[in-house]
């Protein structure tokens, strides 16, 4: 009973104090594909998610990411300037698709359901500080993400408390040493932000799962998964959820190759052996 009312407070304290930060949103302050489509589209799903009572936001995940199944692949679909929060839902790539399904679940488990709270909780996830301040403020890296939203208390990485771990070290710098893949580094002051936003992962020492120990890895529904690489530079190429089909972990994901947001045919650790450039996954779950 006291953990009924435990969760219940605080969960009307934080849904207050989202209300109060949302109210700063305006539909202007988003770029967006089709407004009145994508407001629509998240109040429904909003909605329905927050019907469920779920007991941990994690719990939310995977229904939330399955009410966007077959929603086309698009990357690079936030690009733009200028820098600004941008929520779509018309089509998703694999970050973006993440992304937006933990935001709907945080949102969804206080029991909120308006579009402006889902868009201040999808900002802070998105942005370091959780405010846009031009390109170098997204969270591009993986890792840069999780050390972000771990101290803002949203994630947890459960790489090593899950399985065997093993420790990887990596200078992050795959952008600023490939300016010209990222039309927006033309510009020097993005240029130097991202430079600067790398500085802080020199040498960065990450825990992950080799392909070997995922069976006796402890992956729950709901976990999100990086799937780690070894090209020089970059600490993560992919993103996904875990769910389970007949007692197995596979990927629900925007999937590239697929066209489209799936739940994978392949097992999680046969769709790792099949990409010749990973090494092995990082665990992350989302926090009450």
Same mark, same amino acid.
Not at 154 to 166: A, H, M, P, S
């Given at each position: 009973?006291?953990?009924? %009312?435990?969760? &219940?407070?605080?969960?009307?304290?934080?849904?207050?104090?989202?209300?109060?930060?949302?109210?700063?949103?305006?539909?202007? +302050?988003?770029?967006?594909?089709?407004?009145?489509?994508?407001?629509?589209?998240?109040?429904? @799903?909003?909605?329905?998610?927050?019907?469920?009572?779920?007991?941990?936001?994690?719990?939310?995940? %995977?229904?939330?990411?399955? @009410?966007?199944?077959?929603?086309?692949?698009? #990357?690079?679909?936030?690009?733009?300037?200028?820098? @600004? !929060?941008?929520?779509? !839902? $018309?089509?998703?790539?694999?970050?973006?698709?993440?992304?937006?399904?933990?935001?709907?679940?945080?949102?969804? &488990?206080?029991?909120?359901?308006?579009?402006?709270?889902?868009?201040?909780?999808?900002?802070?996830?998105? &942005? /370091?500080?959780?405010?846009?301040?031009?390109?170098?403020?997204?969270?591009?890296?993986?890792?840069?993400?999780?050390?972000?939203?771990?101290?803002?208390?949203?994630?947890? +990485?459960?790489? +090593?408390? =899950?399985?065997?771990? $093993?420790?990887? %070290?990596?200078? !992050?710098?795959?952008?600023?040493?490939?300016?010209?893949?990222?039309?927006?580094?033309?510009? $020097?002051?993005?240029?130097?932000?991202?430079?600067?936003?790398?500085?802080?992962?020199?040498?960065?020492?990450?825990? &992950?799962?080799?392909?070997?120990?995922?069976?006796?890895?402890?992956?729950?529904?709901?976990?999100? =998964?990086?799937?780690?690489?070894? =090209?020089? #530079?970059? $600490?993560?190429?992919?993103?996904?959820?875990?769910?389970? %089909?007949?007692?197995?972990?596979?990927?629900?994901?925007?999937?590239?190759?697929?066209?489209?947001?799936?739940?994978?045919?392949?097992?999680?650790?046969?769709?790792?052996? /099949?990409?010749?450039?990973?090494?092995?996954?990082?665990?992350? /779950?989302?926090?009450?």
């Amino acid at each position: 009973m006291n953990f009924l %009312v435990n969760k &219940y407070l605080l969960g009307a304290a934080v849904a207050a104090a989202t209300t109060f930060n949302a109210a700063g949103i305006a539909p202007g +302050d988003i770029r967006w594909t089709n407004e009145r489509e994508d407001t629509t589209a998240l109040t429904n @799903m909003l909605v329905e998610a927050a019907a469920m009572h779920a007991d941990h936001p994690a719990d939310l995940v %995977v229904p939330i990411g399955k @009410m966007l199944l077959d929603k086309p692949y698009a #990357g690079g679909g936030i690009e733009g300037e200028p820098e @600004m !929060l941008t929520v779509r !839902l $018309d089509s998703l790539d694999c970050t973006t698709f993440v992304e937006s399904v933990l935001a709907a679940a945080k949102t969804a &488990y206080m029991g909120r359901t308006s579009w402006r709270d889902f868009a201040q909780t999808l900002k802070e996830m998105r &942005y /370091r500080g959780g405010e846009v301040n031009g390109y170098g403020s997204r969270l591009h890296y993986f890792s840069d993400w999780i050390v972000e939203n771990s101290h803002r208390g949203d994630l947890q +990485d459960v790489t +090593d408390r =899950i399985g065997k771990g $093993d420790h990887m %070290v990596k200078t !992050l710098d795959f952008m600023s040493r490939n300016r010209s893949k990222y039309p927006a580094m033309k510009d $020097d002051a993005n240029y130097n932000a991202i430079k600067n936003a790398e500085v802080g992962y020199r040498s960065h020492r990450f825990a &992950y799962i080799k392909p070997i120990n995922f069976k006796s890895a402890a992956l729950k529904e709901g976990d999100i =998964i990086g799937i780690v690489t070894s =090209i020089p #530079g970059l $600490d993560v190429t992919h993103m996904g959820i875990v769910t389970m %089909v007949n007692g197995e972990p596979h990927l629900l994901h925007a999937s590239s190759a697929k066209g489209k947001v799936v739940v994978d045919e392949l097992t999680l650790a046969d769709y790792i052996k /099949r990409n010749r450039k990973a090494v092995g996954i990082r665990v992350i /779950r989302l926090k009450d």
